[in-house]
């Protein structure tokens, strides 16, 4: 069974750095695309950022280009947002998603974590 843990949300300023965790753990993830997502109360899950488990091809949503990079550790298993210049409106919660690469669906979602951006 697939799970993923994020950690790493929290209560920051505008323009300030948070770093988010997601150790995945279940399987191997050879082929598999990890990646991470965001919801605000009342609106969709939206994507935010993406990395190929082989390979570390990225990609990103524009309103995150430039300020947010994503990273993995695949020896510890573990996915990393590193967010930057961070805005009121990046204010939601993070969820640490994981699918195979050749398919769109995203099928195993970790239970999100709290990230604040006071102005």
């Known amino acids: 069974q697939v799970q993923l843990v994020e950690s790493g949300g929290g209560l920051v300023q505008a323009g300030g750095s948070l770093k988010l965790s997601c150790v995945a753990s279940g399987r191997t993830f050879n082929s598999y695309t990890l990646g991470w997502f965001r919801q605000t109360p009342g609106e969709e899950r939206k994507f935010v950022a993406s990395i190929d488990w082989s390979g570390g091809s990225t990609s990103y949503a524009d309103s995150v280009k430039g300020r947010f990079t994503i990273s993995s550790d695949n020896f510890k298993n573990t996915v990393f947002l590193q967010m930057n210049r961070l805005k009121p409106e990046d204010t939601a919660v993070y969820y640490c998603?994981?699918?195979?690469?050749?398919?769109?669906?995203?099928?195993?979602w970790g239970q999100g974590t709290q990230v604040t951006v006071s102005s």
């Open positions: 998603a994981a699918k195979w690469t050749f398919t769109r669906t995203y099928d195993y």
